[in-house]
């Protein structure tokens, strides 16, 4: 369980300069992912156990 808000973040693997990414916010009820070139935009919620999945189905491909 995630403890505090951390913010909306890049991946370390993006590279510094780049505004072509998504940005995640992870929060105590959901997992936040946006476009990062347009921060005041519409994003999408998951919850944790979503997110989870996710991320764990692409690391094992």
Same mark, same amino acid.
């Given at each position: 369980?995630?403890?505090?808000?951390?913010?909306?973040?890049? %991946? %370390?693997? =993006?590279?510094?300069? =780049?505004? +072509?990414? !998504?940005? @995640?916010?992870?929060?105590? +009820?959901? @997992?936040?992912?946006?476009?990062?070139? /347009?921060?005041?935009g519409?994003?999408? +919620?998951?919850? =944790?156990?979503?997110?989870? =999945?996710? !991320? /764990?189905?692409l +690391?094992?491909?």
């Open positions: 369980m995630i403890a505090r808000d951390t913010g909306w973040f890049k %991946s %370390s693997r =993006s590279s510094g300069g =780049s505004n +072509a990414c !998504v940005e @995640v916010r992870l929060t105590p +009820a959901t @997992v936040g992912v946006r476009d990062s070139k /347009n921060p005041d519409p994003h999408f +919620a998951f919850t =944790s156990r979503a997110w989870g =999945s996710f !991320v /764990n189905r +690391a094992n491909r």
